[in-house]
């Protein structure tokens, strides 16, 4: 599996889904969403914050910590490559976004192109000697 990513504060697991880790003001706050399930869960120092299940391309969660308002949206913002932007916004202010891309675009259109001859030769092949 080909991953990529824009910084290392970032992770993947088949278990967890992406993991987005965070920093602010000696708060670490973790936003994992699973690529099966849909679930995104939000933990602060550890302890779990928020939790929600969401196949939306683009969703938004709130949550407050220490009486800061923060702001986490996932976007999932290429379906061919499974590229997914994760932003923390505090108190209105944008604070910080991280990428996650699980296969390169080069990669992602290989892998379709071979999708796509291989149903059109499957196709024909049928067409041609099982039906006709």
Do not use: P, W
């Amino acid at each position: 599996m080909q991953t990529t990513n824009t910084n290392n504060n970032v992770s993947v697991s088949i278990t967890k889904g992406v993991t987005f880790a965070f920093e602010d003001q000696g708060k670490e706050i973790e936003v994992t969403c699973s690529l099966f399930s849909g679930k995104q869960t939000i933990y602060v120092n550890g302890k779990q914050v928020f939790s929600t299940h969401s196949f939306r391309l683009k969703s938004c969660q709130s949550f407050t910590s220490d009486n800061e308002d923060y702001e986490v949206e996932l976007e999932l913002e290429n379906l061919l490559t499974h590229k997914i932007r994760c932003t923390l916004i505090k108190n209105g202010a944008h604070l910080k976004t991280q990428h996650f891309g699980l296969l390169s675009t080069k990669y992602a259109l290989m892998i379709f192109m071979m999708f796509f001859v291989g149903g059109a030769l499957s196709g024909f092949i049928t067409s041609r000697f099982i039906i006709g």
